[in-house]
């Protein structure tokens, strides 16, 4: 079975060696898998060491049972980052096709209509406000059918009913590929709850 096994992973910062992750053991399974934990204590840096951005000082992630290694294989990994990190001068279609390899516009439109961004598909990105702009992101980031989709906290500043349509699109996400690792990261009892994943906790 696919999975990614996490042993005794290690990462300091800083030149008094500050420990974010110390000693951690986690296995990765294909579904859907919140990830909590109190705030500093490495979650995003778990997540960045998993898509290749940083690297542990100590400890081994292994990828068992994928084809191709994740960074060989192009579009292995899927990325909503804390920061919204859209190309501001380009349109909300635009950001989404431009992470597209098919440049499927039918399906590009039709993730932003579902997040209730119909009328700001052609809009820039700059003219968007914060919780529109983090609706694009995600819609970005579900374009793909990864190995790996990294959600660092993809609803926050987002109003109760827009975020469940945001969750249920990440749940239809799922479905549609089973065999998927989900990672979302989050502070919220309520998100895990809704999205029905592993509890998992640094």
Aim: overall charge neutral; glycine content about 8%.
């Amino acid at each position: 079975m696919k999975r990614i096994v996490i042993t005794d992973l290690h990462k300091s910062f800083d030149i008094a060696q500050r420990k974010v992750l110390d000693g951690i053991h986690m296995a990765l399974a294909p579904g859907i898998n919140c990830l909590m934990g109190a705030s500093g204590i490495g979650k995003t840096t778990l997540a960045r060491i998993l898509a290749g951005l940083a690297e542990p000082d100590s400890g081994t992630v292994i990828w068992q049972d994928f084809s191709l290694p994740p960074r060989v294989k192009q579009g292995c990994i899927g990325y909503v980052f804390q920061e919204d990190r859209l190309l501001e001068w380009q349109t909300a279609l635009a950001n989404l096709l431009f992470v597209d390899t098919q440049k499927n516009s039918v399906r590009a439109i039709d993730l932003l209509t579902q997040a209730g961004l119909a009328d700001s598909i052609h809009k820039k990105a700059a003219d968007l406000s914060g919780g529109m702009k983090r609706r694009v992101t995600l819609c970005r980031a579900l374009m793909g059918s990864h190995d790996l989709l990294i959600l660092d906290e993809p609803f926050k500043g987002l109003d109760d009913n827009i975020k469940q349509t945001a969750i249920k699109m990440v749940q239809v996400w799922h479905s549609e590929n089973p065999e998927a690792i989900l990672l979302c990261i989050t502070h919220d009892e309520d998100e895990v709850r809704q999205l029905g994943g592993q509890r998992l906790h640094l």
